[in-house]
């Protein structure tokens, strides 16, 4: 079982609709979670950092994470064609760089 | 904006050829990693310094070595190329915040 799993798609939405990301991890010690959005021939981008459990907003992006159950969820509202990327999730025990644990990423496509 | 560079956007080498992959960041941080990016895998950890001269293996060094002379350029260096190591290459920096800073990767495929 890999540590960190994360279905690759791809995802292809209309614009305007409401997306859900998810992934789900193996170590129940991870405390830190993230998102990462990639553009295609680009490196990733920080979207969205979380602490322990709970949900957090900015904007239209809403970063779930479900210490119980193992999940942690990115949801787009009001999506849009320049949301069209991968999104890979990351995850740590502590905030050493080193310890970060990628998921493989989702494509998803928002179709105008 | 912190801006981490890497120099070779593509490259094309044969194998056992020797390849040097550079990445320079602005932001005087110390720490910066050097990753490998696949389909299906995700990014996996090569190596990673935390100061000059210092450096430390990450998930898979095994044909990989690194250099960091300056605190802002650390190079990821091929000695023998093959083609298992076809691959994107991500350089990040980090400043102990939670945020990776990537370059925009080079891929480099071995034939």
């Known amino acids: 079982q890999k540590e960190v799993e994360q279905d690759p798609g791809p995802l292809s939405v209309p614009e305007g609709a409401i997306v859900s990301l998810n992934c789900t991890y193996s170590n129940s010690a991870f405390q830190y979670f993230m998102w990462y959005r990639q553009y295609s021939r680009k490196g990733p981008e920080l979207l969205m950092y979380?602490?322990?459990?709970g949900n957090k907003e900015d904007g239209r992006f809403t970063a779930q994470v479900d210490k119980s159950s193992k999940y942690i969820s990115l949801f787009i509202r009001d999506s849009q064609p320049s949301d069209s990327a991968t999104y890979l999730c990351?995850?740590?025990?502590?905030?050493?760089?080193?310890?970060?644990?990628f998921g493989p990423g989702t494509r998803l496509s928002v179709l105008p | 904006d912190v801006k981490v560079t890497q120099s070779s956007r593509y490259l094309v080498k044969r194998t056992g050829e020797k390849v040097f992959l550079e990445c320079v960041q602005d932001m005087d941080h110390e720490n910066m990693f050097w990753y490998r990016q696949d389909p299906g895998l995700g990014l996996r950890l090569i190596y990673f310094?935390?100061?000059?001269?210092?450096?430390e293996k990450g998930d898979i060094p095994e044909g990989y070595s690194v250099s960091r002379e300056k605190k802002e350029r650390f190079s990821l260096i091929l000695e023998s190329a093959s083609t298992n190591q076809t691959s994107m290459y991500l350089c990040a920096s980090y400043p102990n915040t939670g945020e990776l800073f990537f370059g925009e990767g080079s891929r480099l495929t071995v034939l």
């Open positions: 310094s935390y100061d000059v001269k210092m450096k």
């Open positions: 979380t602490y322990s459990s």
């Open positions: 990351a995850m740590s025990l502590d905030n050493y760089g080193q310890n970060f644990v």
